[in-house]
C-alpha cells in the first residue's frame, strides 16, 4: 500500500471507516480487496453471507486484518446497522435487499434443492430468526430481470422501503452516503419511440444516456418488468430530496453491466437450480454444461460492458475525492464495449473455447421468447449507452479494458471455478429427499412445513438411501 497518498487536488487523503452494506456480495467484494491491498482505510463489512470476501478476512495473519471486520446481520430486522453507521465516516450502499421467501412451503419446494442450497438456506435461517421472527427469510438479492416482473412486490419493498433506514440513518448522523442505483432509472432510450427508419436514430442525443439531462421512460403499468428501475428511480430522488432539504453529502453511482469474476452464480451449482442469473451467468452456466446459449426475443438488445475492476478504480476515485463527487450522479460503464447480446453470446463462444481448448457445440445458440424465459409482464430497453462527460470531467475517470479481455478474465475465473462441480452434477445426478423434524418445547412455523425451532435446529436429509442428521446450535 502506497504511503503519502493524496487526492485529485493534492490533498493528504486521511484514513477513514466505511460502513459497507453488502460486502460480501460481487461489487463489495472486489471493492473490499481494492480497500484493503491499496488504501489504509477500515471496512465495517455488512451483508448475511460472506463467501466471496472470506479470503479478505482469514486467517488473522493477513496484513490488513485489523482494517475488515464482518457483521453479520439483515438490515431489514437488525437494530445494530443504526450503531454501525454511526461509527463510520461514509457509508456504502450496494445492498439489494431483501428477497423474502415466506416459510409456509411444501415438500416440492424442498426436494427441488441441492444440498448446497439446504445449507444456504439453514445458514440465512439462523442469521434472520434470532430475534425470534420465523415469519421470513433473507435468501439473496433482488438484481435480476427474471424476478422483477415475477417477484415485483418483493423488488419494490427490497429496493425502496427497505433502503428507506440507511438513507435515513445517514441524513439524520450527518454521514456521507454512496449510494448504488442501477442504469436501468433511464429505462427506454426517446431513439426507440422514433420510426426504425427516420435518420434521427442515428443522433446520439437520441440514446446516449446522460445523468443530468436523459429522461427515464418506462412501460405501462402492467409491464411490471419496470418495478427495479422505478423503486430504484424513487430512492434517488429520496437520496436528492436529503440533499437539498436537510444537507446529506450523497453520490449516486448508477452501474453499466459491471462484468467479471464472482458476479451472481452458477444455477444447481452455488445457486438454485431454477434460479435465472444475469446474461453473463447464464451464458458462462450454458457454455459450462455445453448447452445453446439462450438468446432473449433474439438478442437484439444493445448493451456496454465495463470491467469490475476499471468499476472499482472508479468508486476508489469517489470515496476519495469527496469535494469532487459529492451532489453528483454518475454513470460507470464503457461505451466502447457495445454490442448486441447476439453478438455478446457469440464471442463468449469464442473465448471459452480459447480458454478452455474445447470446441463450440453444433447449435452455439438458440432463440426464445422473454414471454418463454422471464414470464408474462417483461419488457425492455433498447440500447444502453453512458455518456461519460461527468464521470471524466469531475474524477478524471476512463475505462481502460476492452469486452474481449474482459471475457477471458471472467471466463478463465467461472471455468477455473465451476467445470469439476459441474461434470460432478451432470455425471452423477442425487435426488434429495429433506424432512424437517419437529423436536420438543418447540412451536411450529406452519401447518405445511413443521419447521420447529428451540434450542437447536435439526435437519434430516436423506441422500441415497443414506440418512444424515445435521444439529445446527441456535442461540435465541
Given at each position: ?8 487536488d ?25 480497500l484493503?491491498?491499496d ?19 482469514e ?106 433506514p440507511?438513507?435515513k ?21 426517446i ?16 440514446y ?169 409482464g417483461y ?50 445426478p ?37 440418512c ?9
Open positions: 500500500m502506497a504511503s503519502g497518498r493524496v487526492d485529485l493534492g490533498n493528504p487523503i486521511k484514513p477513514i471507516t466505511i460502513c459497507m452494506i453488502g460486502a460480501g456480495g460481487f461489487i463489495g467484494s472486489h471493492l473490499c480487496e481494492k484493503m491491498a488504501t489504509p482505510h477500515k471496512v465495517l463489512a455488512v451483508d448475511v453471507y460472506n463467501d466471496k470476501i472470506k479470503h479478505l478476512l486467517p488473522s495473519s493477513l496484513p490488513w486484518a485489523d482494517r475488515i471486520q464482518f457483521h453479520r446481520l439483515n438490515i431489514k430486522s437488525d437494530s445494530r446497522l443504526e450503531g454501525l453507521i454511526r461509527m463510520a465516516d461514509l457509508v456504502i450502499f450496494l445492498a439489494f435487499l431483501a428477497h423474502f421467501l415466506h416459510l409456509d412451503l411444501d415438500w416440492k419446494f424442498w426436494i427441488s434443492l441441492d444440498l448446497k442450497s439446504i445449507f444456504i438456506l439453514v445458514d440465512f435461517f439462523i442469521v434472520n430468526c434470532c430475534d425470534g421472527s420465523v415469519t421470513t427469510i433473507n435468501l439473496a438479492a433482488i438484481c435480476t430481470p427474471a424476478d422483477y416482473n415475477t417477484r415485483p412486490l418483493d423488488t419494490i419493498y427490497s429496493n425502496f422501503i427497505d433502503a428507506l440507511v438513507v440513518y445517514c441524513s439524520e448522523n450527518g454521514k456521507r452516503l454512496i449510494h448504488f442505483s442501477t442504469c436501468e432509472v433511464y429505462g427506454k432510450t431513439g426507440a419511440f422514433l420510426p426504425k427508419d427516420s435518420p434521427l436514430r442515428q443522433d446520439p442525443n437520441y446516449i444516456l446522460k445523468e443530468d439531462t436523459s429522461p427515464c421512460i418506462f412501460g405501462p403499468i402492467e409491464k411490471q418488468r419496470w418495478s427495479y428501475a422505478c423503486a430504484k428511480q424513487l430512492i434517488e430522488r429520496l437520496i436528492y430530496a436529503e440533499g437539498a432539504e436537510n444537507g446529506l453529502e450523497f453520490t449516486i453511482v448508477r452501474p453499466f453491466n459491471w462484468i467479471g469474476p464472482r458476479m451472481d452464480f452458477i444455477p444447481g451449482i452455488d445457486g438454485p437450480s431454477e434460479g435465472v442469473p444475469r446474461v453473463l451467468a447464464c451464458f458462462s452456466n450454458n457454455l459450462l454444461r455445453r448447452e445453446p446459449l439462450k438468446l432473449v426475443d433474439g438478442g437484439q438488445s444493445q448493451r456496454t460492458f465495463v470491467y469490475i475492476k476499471d468499476a472499482i478504480d472508479a468508486v476508489l476515485l469517489m470515496i476519495e475525492n469527496p469535494a469532487r463527487a459529492n451532489g453528483h450522479i454518475f454513470n460507470v460503464g464503457n461505451p466502447n464495449n457495445e454490442v448486441t447480446v447476439r453478438q455478446l453470446a457469440e464471442m463468449m463462444t469464442q473465448v471459452y473455447s480459447k480458454v478452455t481448448g474445447e470446441s463450440s457445440i453444433e447449435t452455439p445458440t438458440i432463440d426464445v421468447s422473454s414471454k418463454e424465459f422471464y414470464g408474462e419488457d425492455d430497453s433498447d440500447k444502453r449507452i453512458p455518456d461519460m462527460t461527468i464521470i471524466n470531467r469531475q474524477l478524471g475517470w476512463n475505462p481502460k479494458t476492452s469486452l474481449w479481455d474482459l471475457l477471458e478474465s471472467t471466463l478463465t475465473y467461472q471455468h477455473r471455478t465451476y467445470a469439476e462441480a459441474i461434470k460432478k452434477a451432470t455425471s452423477k442425487v435426488a434429495i429427499a429433506v424432512h424437517l423434524r419437529p423436536l420438543p418445547v418447540s412451536c411450529a412455523v406452519s401447518e405445511s412445513l413443521p419447521l420447529l425451532v428451540n434450542k437447536r435446529l435439526q435437519l434430516s436429509l436423506s441422500m441415497s438411501g443414506t444424515l442428521d445435521w444439529v445446527v446450535p441456535v442461540n435465541f
